[in-house]
């Protein structure tokens, strides 16, 4: 069975601070993928990232990066500089090779981004 | 552009009544999903489907049914409504070439049973 763990469930910082998400996965998958999802007020489901099991390398994306690491089975998500417009829900998720093309969703992350 | 539709954004029914939530596609993709949205629960999946006339039973399929007609829609059906139910439930596709690929979601719909 598959399972996501987002341990913190609300974090509140100041504009300007940088701020990480963690996401702590399981999987007897040797080939699995890894997603970040963000929910913002507005309510709809916004994909931000997809990483499969095979391909380490940290990723950047403006202030967004992404630290993959199996062997403590975590996939972080680092705000740089937050900002009030990156306020939302943040969801990871898992998908293996024999989940078919289901995903198995952590029970999110709320981010508040204080002015 | 492609996207994903569903109808409609917010309902309100009476425990009970059957209720159909719709779902369309028109990235022409092979799968499509159904998930509901409940505080503390994250997203739960309840019904999906690797393609015509293919459907399967997720965590959450009580109460719940699909059916799979063509591409692109999958209408997600409450044969009896119940208050358990109100919930946010969200409609998402993919393209289903390999697995692992990236669901895409609908805005999501509202729906309170009284």
């Known amino acids: 069975a598959q399972k996501v763990t987002q341990a913190q469930t609300e974090i509140s910082v100041v504009e300007k601070e940088d701020v990480t998400l963690d996401c702590v996965y399981e999987t007897r998958d040797t080939t699995y993928y890894l997603f970040w999802y963000k929910q913002p007020p507005s309510g709809e489901l916004v994909f931000l990232i997809r990483?499969?099991?095979?391909?380490?390398q940290n990723e950047i994306s403006g202030r967004y990066s992404w630290n993959f690491q199996k062997s403590t089975s975590s996939f972080n998500f680092t705000i740089t500089a937050s900002q009030v417009v990156d306020s939302a829900v943040y969801f990871c998720a898992l998908g293996g090779d024999n989940a078919g093309n289901m995903l198995t969703f952590g029970g999110g992350t709320r981010l508040m981004v204080k002015p | 552009d492609a996207e994903i539709t569903q109808s409609p954004r917010h309902k309100i029914t009476e425990t009970g009544r059957q209720v159909t939530l719709a779902c369309h596609q028109t990235w022409n993709h092979n799968n499509m999903f159904w998930y509901r949205q409940d505080l503390g629960h994250g997203l739960r999946l309840i019904h999906y489907s690797y393609g015509v006339h293919d459907t399967n039973k997720g965590e959450v399929s009580d109460g719940y049914s699909v059916s799979r007609s063509n591409t692109e829609d999958l209408p997600l059906t409450l044969e009896s409504a119940a208050s358990s139910q109100t919930s946010v439930y969200f409609c998402a596709s993919s393209g289903g070439g390999v697995a692992g690929d990236t669901q895409y979601f609908g805005p999501g719909t509202r729906l309170t049973v009284l």
């Open positions: 990483r499969n099991s095979f391909d380490e």
